[in-house]
């Protein structure tokens, strides 16, 4: 075939870089190292050929910086267009090998979080900068965009894109179910119809969602009851599965999945308006919106204390990264970590526990012994006049008595009964004030025992024996740290040729195999289950999965036994070192969570053992008080007796 540039200069096409169903991709010398030729396989219609020309002329210098946009268009004999000259990008991988787990550890294996966020933003970007040029992506899909070892971004397949120049609109004819949004998803053809730039936010959130929750579709989840459906349809039945009101929706999170509780709440809320019927009424989060909330979200994450390639949001109280590798699912690969001692705010952790130690046990409570008080009775004021009349009375009854016996001897019994009665009945002065006193001092003994017993209880605090056993567990938990990890790496040496096995297993990506009835959709509904490559498949485990039964899981089955016989053990390997790292990342994290629990219980022992002593001294007070009570309810008892 014979080619020209628009100025009429000869093409010579040079070796093939790739080839797909409308085209293949050539270098050549005519266009220089930095351009390669797109030449389509067959001839194109005419609105195609005037949709390349309209591109070539409005594309720019931008669009050409992120894009594989037409820059000039090459003809054949007669001036038919036949294909085009575009950017050459080399060095970069489609978006799908970032967001799949599977992929990323071998594709992209020393990221982090932040960089799938900073790649997030970036996608947000290059829709953005596509939107403000007039333009609409349409064909939203994993492979269209490209992602460079930095994090850049790029979008190939611009063909496809929905263009207009001036008042003619060049459509989008093509669309890939898993990207296209609910309103037209059951339409019976996309061709001619125009596509706007809220259809293309449903594919931006939708890739979006699948960077920042590991591989996931939001539309793939748990069905609830018997109301299994297939990706696609769960799409136009807005069945999104990390809602809150997703169980209305008969459709729940799959397990093992991050949660929209994982992000500040208004990112929460985009997904939300992403994914339901709300951004059909309302509107979708542009990409503008996304670009805010992605450099939002990309400024709160922190670094992990235990593994530095472990990023995540500030909000979360700790590294979810180091829970999933304790739990033997790592979603990345760990660098930097070491079960070495962590280094403490407070000091070293000996001298830590030397404090937490001293701290634990209060000072001998001292026997009680009671103060002198040397109190004097308050003696009750009597009159003279009161104690005179008495006297006085007493002395008639006597008289009185006596004279009667005297005259009547025979009737002194009487004489004596009459007296003793008249006696009674005559008060003392002070007889009516005994009986208080006798109480008082009765009232102020129980005090006085109450108070002392409280005080000879003080010898521990409860609070703090509690405290204390549960530092030494953590301080157990710490010294046992190196034989468990030796434990550790017995366990890893017994089962080396296990290991290998799935490492090599997970080698052989299920979106690879090419298996009968397992194409994107359902390729992507096994990833939102973390299915992605043979070392993950189970029947079981397929069975579990939205719109896959027993024909489909059998032949993933097949596929990975089939994988599996090209398997040879190999002795002289060792231990995978991502195994090793795994059990270090896991171990360094108890040891932190250990030593945070130390020094938190050294602060609440010095609080705690403050408090005792003060109760101490404040219960010796109450004690005191209630022995002076007592000394004085005696002494004014034994006083008012003496009158």
Known sequence: MHLHDESGRAVILGRELGRGGEGSVFESSSLGRDNVAKVYHAPLPPDKQEKLRAMARIGSTYLHQISAWPTKILTQAGGAVAGFVMARIEGFEPIHNLSSPASRKQIFPTVDYAFL?????????????????????????ENNFLVGRNGTVKLIDCDSFQVVEGNRRYSCDVGVKLFTPPELQNVSSLRGRERTRNHDNFGLAVLVFQLLLLG???????????????????????????????????????????????????????????????????????????????DGLRASLRTCSQVSNHKYPSHLGQCPWCERERAGRPAFLSQNSSTGKASTATGDLGAIWAQIQ??????QLPAYTALQHGVTGRTQQVGKYGRLLYRLKVSAVAVGA??????????????????????????????????????????????????????????????????????????????????????????????????????????????????????????????????????????????????????????????????????????????????????????????????????????????????????????????????????????????????
């Open 402 to 643: 006596f004279l009667t016996t005297l005259h009547e001897p025979a009737s002194w019994f009487l004489s004596l009964i009459t007296g003793g009665v008249i006696l009674a009945l005559i008060k003392h002065p002070v007889g009516g004030r005994l009986v208080p006193l006798r109480g008082a001092a009765i009232a102020a003994k129980k005090t006085f025992d109450f108070e002392l017993e409280e005080y000879n209880k003080l010898t521990q605090d409860p609070r703090i024996t509690e405290l204390y056993g549960r530092l030494v567990s953590a301080k157990a938990r710490i010294d046992g740290l190196p034989a468990e990890y030796q434990r550790g790496i017995q366990d890893l040496h017994a089962s080396v040729r296990e290991r290998q096995l799935e490492v090599f297993l997970d080698r052989f990506l299920i979106s690879d195999a090419g298996i009968d009835g397992i194409g994107p959709a359902r390729v992507s509904a096994l990833a939102s289950f973390n299915i992605e490559t043979a070392r993950d498949i189970s029947y079981h485990a397929v069975m579990r999965v939205q719109g896959f039964g027993d024909a489909l899981a059998g032949r993933l089955v097949t596929w990975k036994q089939r994988v599996e016989k090209g398997f040879v053990f190999d002795p002289s390997r060792g231990i995978p070192q991502q195994d090793v790292n795994a059990l270090n990342a896991r171990l360094a994290n108890d040891r932190m969570l250990s030593e945070k629990a130390l020094r938190d219980g050294l602060v609440q022992l010095q609080q705690l053992h403050t408090a005792a002593l003060s109760v101490r001294g404040t219960v010796k007070l109450r004690v005191d008080a209630a022995s002076l009570a007592l000394a004085q309810a005696e002494a004014d008892f034994a006083a008012l007796k003496k009158i």
């Open 216 to 294: 996931r579709h939001p539309y793939s989840g748990v069905p609830l009851g018997r109301n299994d459906l297939p990706l696609e349809e769960a799409i136009a039945a807005y069945r999104f599965a990390y809602g809150p009101d997703r169980k209305q929706r008969q459709v729940d999170t799959p397990p093992d999945a991050i949660s929209l509780s994982f992000f500040a709440p208004e990112i929460g809320r985009a997904f939300i308006r992403a994914f339901t019927e709300e951004g059909v009424s309302s509107g979708r989060p542009a990409a503008s919106d996304w670009i805010k909330l992605l």
């Open 117 to 141: 966020v900073h790649v997030a933003r970036n996608v947000a970007a290059a829709f953005d900068a596509v939107h403000a040029h007039g333009h609409v992506v349409g064909d939203v899909n």
């Open 358 to 363: 001293v701290l634990a046990a209060l000072p």
